[in-house]
């Protein structure tokens, strides 16, 4: 390994920091907004959402070793610049696609539907292109760039990426806020235009600063060794190599839930040796192979072949399945859901609360994790959290039959209209019915009449079950959190250094695999009142995942360790007998 501590000026890592901090805040806002713009033009249905997230989810399959691949032959400053720019670039040619969209809805669809479609296929490239050049950059500064700076200060190291994880969680929390109340009191167009030139500007400074710690870091500039030897194991970014997502972006999305992505903060604090070798094996990893680059498209495949054998004999299989589960949900704050929960009317400034509330009690549990590590023990952490998940969500499911609740299955498999409270339907024309989605983010078939138009009551408990929906997503956070913060310990335990990557591939394929499962049951059932089934889908594999972990924990160390603690009792009660 290059470099070494001693050798990088004081001062340099906030550098790093502050691009980071530019970068991490771009992506939330995007991830954000897409969610709300997917639903405003595709109204009808969540297909298009479910589309955009399928999508995301396979070209980062296909294409994430020839990125890695890439960045491994290029010169460090040249590839984190190159990606960084394009990144920038394609967010912002998306966001003008979306915005002109917007504004000129009436004159796109009277071209035809083959227009509207046009729209919907820029938005996915220029997307998927943004999302392969978001893994580039994070390829090269977060996984080389830093570790090649701290050298042999595994310290350093620790507390770079712990302090990188937590401008991640505070771009959370605070980015979803400042994008939805900009939205709400300026509009979702002004929204679209805001994302894009914060791209524009924030690329001068992202690429000022990382010119910057180039020339102050002398390792950088020294030339890669690419003469490692391995596997090709995954096609993935290595950043998301343990855990999650939209936890992502998913971008998250891209957008994927990218909750679970960010638990490595509290691993860099307990365990930072550790988590040091396993970054390091992560870039070695990426080097392997002798095939050509495009030959590894499909890495992930190999990687998940090669690696199941290795992954099966270790004890953590159960808990790795357990985790993997966790994907296959819609409750949680990715695009499918941000969508369904634009449908019921909430506005873009409560929606983006929402999402920071949530980040908020995710936070909480990364604090109280080292706590409730110490006293429950590491592996009954892990089953308490996923208690904790599932008894939160099971508001989710009760909110399915609260008033309001778009969920009947009677309507058959096709759209259905749900009219709400504020809404006039009453008007053919296409500039006013652009209009109220904007505002309320719902498109109905306008029930047009001779007559003025006429509001249509609704009762005013109409809300209840949305926000009983809202309720139990943002409470599940915390146990998610720790939950997916003791599978990795585990992990982190468990796993021999040169088995990380082929183990880490194999989970990053099956977390992958869940979450294309989830998008194509969004695609098949993508109308609101058809959400419903989604959710108990959702709490169905949920709740697998607590009963793989429960078999996980009983066959490494008996559920709740009632034998041991009775086992305790008992020689205490004999020794007191004897006194």
């Known amino acids: 390994m290059g470099g070494c501590c001693s050798d990088v000026p004081y001062g340099t890592n906030l550098f790093i920091y502050f691009s980071h901090l530019l970068s991490s805040w771009g992506d939330r806002m995007w991830s954000f907004g897409v969610g709300l713009f997917l639903i405003i033009i595709s109204p009808e249905s969540l297909q298009l959402s479910a589309s955009y997230g399928l999508s995301m989810g396979v070209s980062t399959l296909l294409f994430g070793s020839l990125v890695g691949d890439i960045v491994d032959k290029s010169a460090r400053l040249k590839v984190a610049q190159i990606a960084m720019v394009l990144q920038n670039l394609f967010v912002l040619l998306c966001a003008v696609v979306v915005y002109f969209f917007l504004v000129y809805r009436g004159d796109i669809t009277a071209m035809g539907p083959w227009a509207r479609y046009l729209v919907y296929g820029l938005i996915i490239i220029f997307s998927i292109v943004s999302n392969l050049t978001s893994m580039a950059r994070t390829i090269a500064v977060e996984n080389d760039w830093i570790v090649q700076m701290c ?39 002004f929204g679209a235009l805001f994302i894009g030139a914060w791209n524009v500007f924030s690329v001068f400074g992202e690429y000022y600063l990382l010119w ?38 998913a971008a998250h999305g891209t ?9 490595s903060d509290m691993m860099a604090k307990e365990n930072p040796a550790p988590e040091t070798q396993l970054i390091n094996t992560k870039v070695e990893v990426k080097n392997a192979g002798s095939c050509p680059a495009c030959c590894r498209r499909f890495g992930f495949l190999e ?20 985790l993997a589960c966790l994907y296959m949900t819609v409750l949680g704050f990715d695009s499918i859901t941000v969508g369904f929960i634009k449908l ?13 509330v949530a980040a908020g009690f995710g936070v909480f549990g990364t604090l109280m994790y080292p706590l409730m590590r110490r006293h429950l023990g590491l592996a009954r952490t892990g089953i308490f959290g996923l208690s904790l998940e599932l008894m939160s969500l099971v ?30 339907n009453c008007t053919k024309d296409e500039a006013s019915i652009s209009y109220n989605i904007s505002i309320l983010g719902q498109e109905t078939t306008p029930m047009v009449s001779d007559t003025a138009c006429e509001e249509i009551p ?63 049951l969004v695609i098949i059932l993508p109308y609101q009142h058809q959400f419903g089934l989604l959710v108990l889908f959702s709490f169905a594999f949920i709740g697998l995942g607590w009963l793989l972990y429960a ?3 009983h066959k490494t160390r008996g559920l709740f360790h009632f034998e041991k603690c009775l086992s305790s009792c008992g020689n205490r009660a004999l020794e007191d007998d004897q006194t």
């Open 395 to 424: 508001l989710c499911v009760a909110s399915i039959w609260m008033p309001g609740s778009p969920f009947d299955l009677s309507l058959g498999i096709g759209p259905a209209n749900f009219p709400d409270a504020d809404r006039k």
């Open 344 to 356: 019921q009317g909430v506005s873009e400034a409560l929606v983006g609360l929402a999402m920071g």
């Open 151 to 189: 050298g042999s200060d595994f310290d350093l190291l620790a507390t770079m990426t712990a302090t990188l994880r937590r401008i991640d969680l505070v771009t959370q929390i605070l980015a979803p806020i400042a994008t939805g109340l900009i939205m709400s009191f300026k509009g979702v167009e």
């Open 303 to 322: 990687g998940l072949y090669k690696g199941w054998p290795v992954y099966i004999k270790y004890p953590i299989l159960h808990a790795g399945l357990s």
């Open 458 to 520: 609704m009762p005013k408990d109409t809300n209840i079950s949305i926000w009983l929906f809202l309720a139990g997503i943002i409470a599940a956070r915390f146990g998610l959190w720790v939950a997916g913060l003791s599978v990795n310990q585990i992990y982190f335990e468990t796993v021999i250094e040169q088995e990380r990557g082929k183990v880490g591939g194999v989970q990053t394929a099956l977390n992958q695999f869940m979450d294309m499962i989830k998008f194509g």
């Open 255 to 263: 957008e994927k839930d990218k909750d679970l992505e960010i638990t």
């Open 551 to 553: 078999f996980f924990l």
């Open 212 to 249: 910057k710690v180039y020339n102050t870091v002398p390792s950088l500039k020294q030339v890669k060794d690419l003469q490692k030897s391995g596997n090709p194991v995954e096609g993935d970014d290595p950043s998301k190599q343990l855990a999650e997502t939209d936890l992502y972006n």
